[in-house]
C-alpha cells in the first residue's frame, strides 16, 4: 500500500529512510565500456546511466509500482482528471476539489469566507492526501480522495479535529519535523542534512532511498567498476526486514512506544506481522520481501501467497525454523482469506489486510 499515511502521525518518529528500492528513468540500455577509451568516455557520460541500464526488467516493473508513485505533483493526475469536480460537507464547512486543464484547486468556505488554494503536493498514487503551503507553514488538507466510493472524506488521523476557523478547517498544521518526514517518505532528495530542499525534490522513492550507494554504483559502472555494490536487502533476516521497512510502514517497537491501539493502525504491516504468533525474527521465511516484491505491485489473489504460507505450515524442522509450523486442518488454500481477514479503516474509505497471522472466530475482536 501507499505510505501516504505518515501524514496523520501525532507524535515523533525516527528519522525516516524511506522504503521503495529501485526507479526506472526512461534510459535506453548502456552498453558499459570494454576498452580504456570507452571507459574515459563513459565516465563523462556517467550521469546518463540509470538503474534501468541494467536492471531493465525491475525498472520496468517499478514503474508501476506505488511506492515510485508515493507522491505526484499537480499536473496530469487520472484520479482528479476523472472528477472533476468532488464535493464534501464537514459540520458547517463545504469544501470542494475541482480541476480543469491539468489544475486542481481546494476549497473551503463556511458560507461567508472562502479559501481556495493550489493542489500542489499529492500524497498517494489511489487514495490521495495533499499537503498545501500557506503563509510559511505546512498543512494537511482535513479532506483526501479515496478511490473507495470516488469520493472525498476526512483524511485518516484526523477524524477528532474540529476546525474552528476556516484555515482549521482547510487542514491540520503540521510540525516542522512531521513535514520533514512526510516529504523524506514519499518523495526523493526532499530532505538534506534534516532540512527541507523542496527545490531538489523528485515526486516519488528512487533507488538510493532504499539502495544505500546506487548512485556511486552506476558511477562506478561506467568505469567499468563493480566493486561498489549496495547492500542485497534481501539477504538480510526478517526483524531487520521489518526495521527495515518499517522506516514508513511503523516498526512495532514504534507503534507500542505511541500507544497505537485500534483498527486505525491495521495499516502498520511491520508492527501487525510481528505481532503473529508464527514470526521468528531469524526466519526469512516470514519478512515483508518474502512475500512481497516491493518493486511490484501488491498481488491481489489470495491464492498467489499459498506457497508463501506453505513454504512454513505443514514442512518439517528446517535449519532456518526451531520448530516445525503446524499445518491447517481446514484446507491448504487461501490461506490468506482467514489467517488475515480484511479490516476497514474507521470512516470506511480504506480496507487493509491485517498482516496479524493467526487463526479467526467469528465475532472476535480485534486484537491489538
Known sequence: ???????????????????????????????????????????????TITCGSCHSRVAADFALAPMGHAMERQGANPALEGHPKLTYQLGG????????????????TDGTATMTLPIQWIFGQHSQTWVFEKDGHFYEGLVSYYPRGETLGITPGDGRVTPHTLTEAMGRELAMWETRQCFNCHATDAVTENKLTLSKLRPGVACERCHIGA????????????????????????????????????????????????????????????????????????SCVACHDPHQPANRDDAFYDSKCLACHGQAKTATASTAAKSCPVAAANCVSCHMPKVNLPGGHLRFTDHEIRIVHPGDAYPN
Open 1 to 47: 500500500m501507499s505510505a501516504w499515511f505518515a501524514l496523520s502521525l501525532q507524535n515523533n518518529l525516527p528519522r525516516l529512510v524511506s522504503v521503495a528500492c529501485l526507479v526506472a528513468l526512461g534510459s535506453p540500455a548502456y552498453g558499459f565500456p570494454a576498452s580504456h577509451a570507452a571507459s574515459r568516455r563513459a565516465s563523462k557520460t556517467a550521469t
Open 215 to 286: 548512485v556511486q554504483h552506476m558511477a562506478d559502472a561506467a568505469r567499468n567498476d563493480f566493486n561498489t555494490l549496495p547492500k542485497a536487502l534481501g539477504r538480510l533476516p526478517a526483524d531487520d526486514i521489518s526495521t527495515f521497512c518499517g522506516q514508513c510502514h511503523r516498526t512495532w517497537e514504534t507503534v507500542v512506544r505511541n500507544h497505537w491501539r485500534g483498527e486505525a493502525f491495521v495499516r502498520f504491516q511491520p508492527y501487525r506481522l510481528e505481532n503473529s504468533r508464527c514470526f521468528d525474527g531469524s526466519d526469512k521465511r516470514i
Open 93 to 108: 464547512y463545504s469544501y470542494s476539489v475541482e480541476t480543469k486543464d491539468g489544475q486542481s484547486t481546494y476549497t473551503v
